[in-house]
T-cell receptor, first 115, second 115 residues
Framework: ETGVTQTPRHLVMGMTNKKSLKCEQH?????MYWYKQSAKKPLELMFV???????ENNSVPSRFSPECPNSSHLFLHLHTLQPEDSALYLC??????????????FGPGTRLTVL | AQSVAQPEDQVNVAEGNPLTVKCTYS??????LFWYVQYPNRGLQFLLK??????LVKGSYGFEAEFNKSQTSFHLKKPSALVSDSALYFC?????????????FGPGTRLSVLP
């Protein structure tokens, strides 16, 4: 939509499966984010990468494992998920630096259903 | 800690009437405030931001927001609502946590514009 793409757009998985979500940003940004959006709950920040280094991990269960191989790509590896992990997973990117107050650009999200 | 509140879960307005979506904030230091919109099955789209300067900020799609320091508010406004404005609106504030580039989002307000 705005230079941030996510695949797949929809994913259904069993609790014993292993899958990965992919995010790619085409904006030349140096920071990327994973958010979880559940019904009736505020957006939850999960992970932040800046210059490919993880700088934030908001007490996310270990069944979620992020990977940022370069500044344009971000993955979220999933394994042994629970039904309560079903949600919309949003990726975002931004340009960060001293004195910058830039907005984040979001991808369209991956709708995850855990059976 | 930084926080934002959106006191209304739902706002209904007739097409052609002015609309207001409310946001109040609580921050340490200077507030850096943002509005985003989310259409069904889509990611968040940036509308506008307040960093400093003029208290009336103009953004995308005819939206504007008024920063009021004494009332710690940053309400989103539009002079004449369109049915296509119906969506979920999020207010956000820049967090000053460890990294300082994270956002804290409000719970969202669902806007319905009735024809």
């Amino acid at each position: 939509e705005t230079g941030v793409t996510q695949t797949p757009r929809h994913l259904v998985m069993g609790m014993t499966n292993k899958k990965s979500l992919k995010c790619e940003q085409h904006l030349g940004h140096n920071a990327m984010y994973w958010y979880k959006q559940s019904a009736k709950k505020p957006l939850e920040l999960m992970f932040v990468y800046s210059l490919e280094e993880r700088v934030e991990n908001n007490s996310v269960p270990s069944r979620f494992s992020p990977e940022c191989p370069n500044s344009s790509h971000l993955f979220l590896h999933l394994h042994t998920l629970q039904p309560e992990d079903s949600a919309l997973y949003l990726c975002a990117s931004s340009q960060v630096g001293t004195g910058n107050y830039n907005e984040q650009f979001f991808g369209p999200g991956t709708r995850l259903t855990v059976l | 800690a930084q926080s934002v509140a959106q006191p209304e879960d739902q706002v209904n307005v007739a097409e052609g009437n002015p609309l207001t979506v409310k946001c109040t904030y609580s921050v340490s230091g200077n507030p850096y405030l943002f509005w985003y919109v989310q259409y069904p099955n889509r990611g968040l789209q940036f509308l506008l931001k307040y960093i400093t300067g003029d208290n009336l900020v103009k953004g995308s799609y005819g939206f504007e927001a008024e920063f009021n320091k004494s009332q710690t508010s940053f309400h989103l406004k539009k002079p004449s609502a369109l049915v296509s404005d119906s969506a979920l609106y999020f207010c956000a504030v820049r967090d000053i946590g460890n990294y300082g580039q994270n956002f804290v989002f409000g719970p969202g307000t669902r806007l319905s514009v009735l024809p």
